[in-house]
């Protein structure tokens, strides 16, 4: 069997990357190798800034192992898993040949780093079900992928904007099919808000099979930028070298590191227990609404919403102080908003703005049943 490795750009096999002055393997108590400052800056507390900092900080490196259940060698920290994103078209996809396959609507990150990289990008939209929401096109993803050569299959699970999960069984079947011909990358940003189990549980069986996580979300560390890219081994070294040499700052390193501390961990299960219920409350709300046509499941910190009139429901949020993601520029979502889950209090502003909306007989009928 060959190595998932080969599926790296030819142009690329071998390539070692930048060496850094902190990647040589030199002991020593006077460190004049990397033209550092030998003077801290006074805004630097305890000067440890001076210093360029670990490439892959060991200790935030064996807490996200640890977190994701995976081995310390499976995972690549970056800058958010958008740089991950980045270096997987990049390290994978030769200009103009390579495809980079995506499910809109979704998650612009990839369709942008597809450009940038000159890799045609080949959309399988998701398919409409009337009870399960937006959901891959596993068929056609196959099939397509395989005609037009494509490098790379993205998954989004949970699914931005769509909401919803994909079951392993149908991204196991899918890798197994591309196996030897495209990496299967499933971003699971919004994971820790649904209930499936995270695809790291494939990697043993599927060797071209990449998930990303996140310590954007649920960890409520956006700018921190920590985001992670889980693979094999050999794959996670090799997007190493594709790598800036210093990707990780260490004052981002130090709050992840503080951020995944068992009390900081024990906050995280609260807020990711608010938002769940905070879901179910919205979720119901809207539902009761006249202006509102449809409210996507969802497995995220958001929901997806079609209105009657979503130019009206946009404006009067935003009229309110209320700013939410307008879709309708996304494929097939033409009157659709995004709405992040919020605090009770900002969701009731919201239900409170979109119900003096509605026409009074209908406010009325949504009152009536939401009472029922
Ligand atoms: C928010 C988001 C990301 C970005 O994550 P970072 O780690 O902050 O770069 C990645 N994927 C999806 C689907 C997202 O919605």
Redesign the pocket.
Known sequence: MNAVTDLLREDLQGFAGYSSARSEALDGEIWLNANESAWPNPADGDGTCRRYPDPQPADLRGMLAALYAVQAEQLLIG?????A?DLLVRATCVPGRDGVVVTSP??G?YAVSARLQGAPLIDVPLLDDPQAGLVPDFEAIGDVAAVRGAKLVFL?SP??PGGGAIALGDIAALARRLAGRALVVV?E??AEFGEAPSATTLLDALPNLVV?R????AHAL?AA???VAIADPGLIAALRRCQAPYPVPSPCAALAVAGLSPEARVATAQRVGNVRRERVRLRQSLHALAGVLRVYPSQANFLLVRFRDAEAAFRALLAAGIVVRDQRAARGLGDALRITIGTPEQNDRVLAVLSALEPATARIAAHGRGAA
């Open positions: 800058r958010g898993s958008d740089e994103i979704v998650f990150m989004c699914s931005n971003d940003a919004y990303l996140t310590l954007s979300k956006a930028r920590i985001g």
